[in-house]
């Protein structure tokens, strides 16, 4: 997890730097994260020693060295320096919101789904869990999780494949169907 502040200065380039310590490597040079401002870069993954880092490498991580040192002494395991950069906008955003699906487009989402439910190990559920979606936006995941006999945690899971597809968003609390979503939704109920 990285701090909103912190976020929001790589974006600004104010701060390209990030120091954890782990008891194994978390990222690898070249990887990403999404993030609530878009997708963030990692660019170089260093083994480094505390007593190594200066006071500008701890200010383009968003604090002070003696607050940094602290915050590293709390943990165990190697200290790594993490540079950053902003990589671009989450591109789930965009899709999210291509609501107008052609004939073709609207085919390969319902084989995709169809795809997602064969593979999955408790029967078909992509449309029911729309249908949820719809039903009840803005609500938390574990009750309407417990309503359909599911636990939290593999009913999020779910959640999160659909949201790949741009199909639906977070909120907070809950989830609300896309206007991708939405479409989709109306095409598979077409469907009956």
Do not use: N
């Not at 260093?46 to 200010?59: C, H, K, S, Y």
């Not at 902003?86 to 085919?107: I, M, N």
């Amino acid at each position: 997890m990285i701090p909103r502040a912190v976020l929001d200065g790589i974006v600004a380039g104010e701060l390209d730097l990030a120091f954890r310590r782990w008891t194994r490597r978390m990222h690898v040079p070249g990887g990403s994260q999404r993030t609530a401002v878009g997708v963030i870069s990692f660019d170089e993954v260093d083994l480094v020693d505390p007593g190594a880092i200066t006071e500008d490498e701890a200010r383009r991580s968003g604090l002070p060295l003696e607050q940094l040192l602290d915050r590293l002494s709390r943990k165990d395991g190697d200290v790594y320096r993490i540079r950053m950069s902003f990589a671009g906008d989450d591109e789930r955003v965009a899709l999210r919101e291509k609501s107008r699906l052609g004939p073709k487009q609207r085919a390969e989402m319902v084989a995709r789904l169809a795809a997602m439910d064969a593979r999955s190990k408790h029967g078909a559920w992509t449309r029911s869990h729309l249908e949820l979606i719809d039903a009840r936006p803005g609500e938390l995941a574990e009750t309407i999780a417990l309503d359909v006999g599911r636990t939290k945690l593999p009913f999020k899971a779910d959640i999160r494949r659909l949201k790949e597809l741009g199909l639906t968003e977070s909120l907070r609390p809950g989830y609300r169907l896309s206007p991708r979503g939405c479409a989709v939704l109306r095409h598979l109920r077409s469907l009956d």
